[in-house]
């Protein structure tokens, strides 16, 4: 069971929009703003995607936003590639200097 | 361009050790904190261990708290994990993450990663 709450898979269409969401508590994703996102290819390591709940990278796609509502953050993929299918995990800071993953989220593009 | 390319991993004994290493290049490594996670075969993403830019401090996660230790060496641009008295459940691909600054308390995002280094641990 992991620590932040995100669906199992999503899909979409290409040229769609979709959201993960990644689903915590006060203590870590709505007490800071230290929520960062990461996509990550079968056998590849994880890339950093969001950090700070909505900045991006230098070099990430505009296409890539993050947001923070409450307990509760998002990614948001807009106009869907091939090339983002992908699993995506979330991450936040958690009070007493820890830090807490997703279980992560499988996306399909049809 | 930042690599981090991890060694050691490998196959080895419930109860047994290992060491983990993490060679960096292009960046000034003494200047950043670095991390481990680790992702075990078919699971998510686990956070290990931080340590400072110059190893003052370090930071564990609950299961490998009291077994597993973080260091670096800055004159050799390494970081390691000794990691003892594994068990089953630690069987993961690690890798090791720069952290955006000097290794704060606040844990907050890692880039990059490296390829990762897989240890299996099994009788």
């Known amino acids: 069971q992991s620590a932040l709450t995100q669906p199992a898979s999503v899909s979409g269409s290409p040229g769609q929009s979709i959201t993960i969401s990644c689903t915590g508590t006060s203590s870590d994703v709505g007490g800071y703003n230290y929520v960062s996102w990461y996509q990550q290819h079968p056998g590849k390591a994880p890339k950093l995607m969001v950090y700070d709940v909505s900045m991006r990278p230098s070099g990430v796609s505009n296409r890539f936003s993050g947001s923070k509502s409450g307990n509760t953050a998002s990614l948001t993929i807009s106009g869907l590639q091939a090339e983002d299918e992908a699993d995506y995990y979330c991450?936040?800071?958690?009070?007493?200097?820890?830090?807490?993953f997703g279980g992560g989220t499988k996306l399909t593009v049809l | 361009q930042v690599q981090l390319v991890e060694s050691g991993g490998g196959v080895v004994q419930p109860g047994r050790s290992l060491r983990l290493s993490c060679a960096a290049s292009?960046?000034?490594?003494?200047?950043?904190?670095m991390h481990w996670v680790r992702q075990a075969p078919g699971k998510g993403l686990e956070w290990v261990a931080l340590?400072?830019?110059?190893?003052?401090?370090?930071y564990y996660g609950d299961s490998v708290k009291g077994r597993f230790t973080i260091s670096r060496d800055n004159s050799k641009n390494t970081l390691h994990l000794q990691m003892n008295s594994l068990r089953a459940d630690d069987t993961a691909v690690y890798y090791c993450a720069k952290d955006p600054g000097s290794g704060s308390p606040y844990i907050n995002w890692f880039d990059p990663w490296g390829q990762g280094t897989l240890v299996t641990v099994s009788s």
């Open positions: 340590i400072s830019y110059d190893g003052s401090y370090k």
């Open positions: 991450s936040s800071y958690r009070s007493s200097s820890t830090l807490v």
């Open positions: 292009g960046f000034t490594f003494s200047s950043y904190g």
